[in-house]
């Protein structure tokens, strides 16, 4: 890949690092330290993502507005919990999704409590390529732990005042934490539920006790919870000492690995708020943005506006015909003659897993998914967004020197409760672009910040 920083960045704020390749790289491994990154074996970053202060913010606007709108989307494609399964195709027993709560208002009150929406940004700007909601994605401790590298980096090793700001994702989650135990007249007192096996399988909690440790710095009764742990560590069935959860696992993971489901179900039974509700995993399924995408009944012309400005033409793909730049065409046919133009993405997924992008695949390969997602209905096709390349500076770690690359970054605005919680980055760091995936694919991170006025 070849390029310069995109114009949507040109206005950024440029610093000069003042400590050592060499220090950089013993403060990231640090602060990093068992939190399933790669700084020890890749290509590490000597230096976060930078924007203009109106580039970050926007991202953050967009987010929310878009968080919204999918938020609707959702609530009135049926006004039952089956209907909306049956809306977006998946069994009416919701067994893709098991851990609803009978409380539909909880259910609908929290659904957008967490979001992480994944951006690219092309030569017209920010494209929102798709929504994590749920509270079991990455970037909030990464973003939290980075922030504070780069701002001790470039402030000359510590000396100076921080020239970077962020919002602090640990932070914006402990405010909406805050506001629910208030709003719901309970005592300040959360559980973290996850596993770190998670973490790349972790040899110790410390990705889930950095945030812990926020919690209780600001007054609140914290602690991290393993599912061997649940439900007695609550203090159950004889009381309930943590009354608000935070749900930092994926249920597909757990059962994928014969991890029994039960003593969370024990946790809601009790009454315990476990954040976001289930219904979140709706809202981020990918067929809610294609439905945007196409046009709802009820949107308005500012509602259209902003999924057109930011949102790729998205479709579920199924037998019929859309509307494709000014006139309407057989979709199928249309996926078959553009495979260079479009992305094919399973509608319920993660760490870009079952997603195919058209001019990365053989003919054959593309055919036989467009045909496989048609008989099954449970996929949506995507307008492909080229990055506009970022030049980022890096170092290998077993190095002293560093040097530009040229990076397809994809971005993540984190929102809580509504409100901007940071944003974090993963990228190749070989200036590969493709499906962007820590996890799945072995993708860097980063945090995404902008400059401290002066």
């Known amino acids: 890949m070849t390029g310069r920083t995109p114009p949507w960045t040109t206005d950024r704020p440029t610093l000069e690092r003042a400590l050592p390749v060499a220090e950089v790289l013993r403060i990231l491994r640090h602060e990093l330290r068992d939190c399933g990154t790669r700084i020890d074996t890749e290509r590490a970053p000597l230096e976060p993502f930078v924007l203009s202060r109106r580039a970050y913010e926007e991202l953050f606007s967009a987010a929310a507005g878009l968080l919204a709108l999918l938020r609707r989307a959702v609530l009135e494609s049926a006004p039952t919990r089956a209907g909306r399964l049956s809306a977006l195709g998946l069994a009416p027993d919701g067994h893709q999704y098991p851990l609803f709560s009978d409380d539909e208002d909880f259910e609908e009150r929290y659904c957008a409590a967490m979001a992480r929406p994944d951006v690219i940004i092309g030569a017209q700007g920010p494209q929102f390529i798709e929504f994590n909601v749920s509270g079991a994605f990455g970037g909030p401790a990464e973003t939290h732990l980075l922030t504070r590298v780069w701002n001790e980096v470039y402030a000359h090793g510590g000396k100076g005042d921080a020239p970077f700001f962020g919002h602090d994702p640990l932070a914006a989650r ?139 033409w998205s479709r579920v793909v199924r037998e019929t015909k859309a509307e494709w730049r000014g006139r309407y065409v057989d979709l199928p046919e249309l996926l078959l003659a553009g495979q260079e133009q479009f992305v094919l993405k399973k509608a319920i997924g993660m760490m870009g897993r079952e997603v195919l992008i058209g001019r990365l695949t053989t003919p054959a390969q593309w055919a036989a998914t467009v045909e496989r997602a048609l008989t099954d209905e449970d996929s949506i096709v995507q307008l492909y967004t080229e990055s506009v390349p970022y030049e980022l500076e890096m170092c290998d770690a077993s190095e002293t020197t560093a040097e530009r690359v040229a990076v397809a970054p994809v971005l993540s605005p984190m929102l809580f409760g509504g409100r901007p919680g940071g944003c974090y980055a993963r990228y190749f760091p070989s200036g590969e672009s493709g499906v962007v995936s820590v996890y799945g694919q072995g993708a860097m991170e980063n945090a995404v910040l902008t400059g401290v006025p002066r």
């Not at 159950?236 to 959860?245: A, S």
């Not at 690995?257 to 476990?274: E, F, N, T």
């Not at 709706?282 to 012309?301: Q, R, T, Y």
């Open 174 to 312: 402990a405010a909406f934490f805050e506001r629910v135990c208030d709003e719901a007249g309970l005592p300040r007192s959360v559980a973290l539920v996850g596993s770190p096996y998670e973490q790349d399988k972790a040899a110790t909690s410390r990705y889930y006790d950095i945030e812990v440790d926020v919690l209780r710095r600001r007054g609140m009764h914290a602690e991290f919870f393993e599912p061997d742990r649940l439900p007695h560590g609550l203090g159950l069935p004889e009381r309930l000492d943590y009354p608000v959860g935070l749900r930092y696992f994926a249920t597909a993971d757990w059962t994928a690995r014969g991890q029994s489901l039960d003593p969370v179900r024990s946790v809601l039974a009790s009454g315990c708020l476990l954040l976001p509700s289930q219904s979140s995993y709706l809202l981020a399924n990918k067929k809610v943005l294609a439905w945007l995408s196409e046009g709802l009944p009820w949107m308005s012309e500012t509602d259209r506006a902003l999924v057109g400005r930011y949102v790729p």
